[in-house]
């Protein structure tokens, strides 16, 4: 089955540290999305890519960085520098930006303490 | 700018019972997609819906339905008697392509969510 894969589904980290969360798809989609999610708010673009080897700042993209290598991988980076690191991420997937619906992983929760 | 607002944040019904969510979005182009998604416990969200803003044709899915009105530019999505399995946090979501090759152009701008609990 053609999905999105995110691991692991729980992280915990000690502040300063940097973390890496992992996001691989299979569905051949070219664009690819980093979302946060906090209680009581909506969806937070961090970083989206529509192709391999280029990608674009979000909404709140300090302290977080990426990578596009490959086309069915876009890991998400949460550095030291981020100031509230703690939240629930999700990783999406598309065929392009803007009219199709997008594809969810099934999210990482990152505690940092 | 671009914007969603749902301004319902619970809402609380009994199984049966049917539901509106309401969804109220703001945006100057006059070409733009809305979309519904569902976020059940597990936390993957589920696509349910997209709607382009040339197309004000209501639809009917099973038990949901959703209410497209440009004058009031609103999305509403109900839910014919509800079941448990309905209890999820609901997303509405637009996004705009009226400026091609702009920085907003295709960003997916999300509502804050409504949390429904369905009750047995």
């Known amino acids: 089955d053609g999905g999105i894969t995110q691991s692991p589904k729980y992280l915990f980290r000690k502040e300063g540290q940097n973390v890496t969360l992992s996001c691989e798809q299979n569905?051949?989609?070219?664009?690819m999305y980093w979302y946060r999610q906090d209680p009581g708010q909506g969806l937070r673009l961090i970083y989206y890519?529509?192709?391999?080897?280029?990608?674009q700042k979000g909404d709140i993209a300090e302290g977080y960085s990426v990578s596009r290598e490959k086309k069915e991988s876009f890991p998400l980076t949460v550095t030291s520098a981020q100031k509230n690191p703690t939240a629930f991420y999700l990783c999406?997937?598309?065929?392009?930006?803007?009219?199709?619906?997008?594809?969810f992983g099934n999210g990482t929760r990152l505690t940092v303490t | 700018a671009q914007k969603v607002t749902q301004a319902q944040t619970e809402i609380s019904v009994v199984e049966k019972e049917d539901v509106t969510l309401d969804c109220v979005y703001e945006?100057?182009?006059?070409?733009?997609?809305l979309f519904w998604y569902k976020q059940p416990p597990s936390g993957e969200l589920v696509f349910l819906i997209r709607?382009?803003?040339?197309?004000?044709q209501n639809e009917i899915s099973g038990r949901y339905s959703w209410n497209f009105q440009k004058s009031t530019s609103s999305f509403n999505f109900t839910i014919t008697a509800s079941q448990v399995v309905d209890s999820a946090v609901y997303f509405c979501?637009?996004?705009?392509?009226?400026?091609?090759?702009?920085?907003?152009?295709?960003?997916?701008?999300f509502g804050q969510g409504t949390i429904l609990t369905v009750h047995p």
């Open positions: 999406a997937s598309s065929w392009d930006r803007g009219r199709s619906p997008l594809h």
């Open positions: 945006t100057r182009d006059t070409t733009y997609y």
């Open positions: 569905l051949n989609h070219d664009a």
């Open positions: 979501a637009l996004s705009e392509l009226g400026n091609a090759g702009g920085t907003s152009y295709g960003k997916l701008t």
């Open positions: 890519s529509q192709i391999v080897n280029d990608f």
């Open positions: 709607r382009n803003s040339f197309d004000e």
